[in-house]
């Protein structure tokens, strides 16, 4: 069993600023790309940031500058430290972490519940 464990999210006026988390926890034996997506109501799921396990990082155009990824291996857990945010940032923000259980076993996707970002005044 793998659980992902998201927290930080909120209602914050904009020009203001979050920091999400994500913990992984349970059968773990080795975490590679950990990652940040968005789904605002009506549109698709977006990437917004993804960080490798040597934590080469990448953004969306619509967060660069703005939003900032990063990971703690040691908790197994990763970061999106948001500022300066606007309206259009408002959407459910899930972790996505690729795990493996075994040293046999390949990399898996597993998704968070998810956490509610609202900008606005």
């Known amino acids: 069993q793998v659980q992902l464990v998201e927290s930080g999210g909120g209602l914050v006026q904009p020009g203001g600023s979050l920091r999400l988390s994500c913990a992984a926890s349970?059968?773990?034996?080795?975490?590679?790309?950990m990652g940040w997506y968005r789904q605002a109501p009506g549109k698709e799921r977006e990437l917004v940031a993804r960080?490798?396990?040597?934590?080469?990082?990448n953004y969306a155009d619509s967060v660069k500058g703005r939003f900032t990824i990063s990971r703690d291996n040691a908790k197994n857990t990763v970061y999106l430290q948001m500022n300066s945010l606007k309206p259009e940032d408002t959407a459910v923000y899930y972790c996505?972490?690729?795990?493996?259980?075994?040293?046999?076993?390949?990399?898996?996707?597993?998704w968070g519940q998810g956490t509610q970002v609202t900008v606005s005044s």
């Open positions: 996505n972490v690729a795990i493996s259980r075994s040293y046999s076993d390949p990399y898996l996707d597993y």
């Open positions: 349970g059968s773990i034996f080795r975490i590679n790309v």
């Open positions: 960080i490798t396990l040597i934590e080469t990082t």
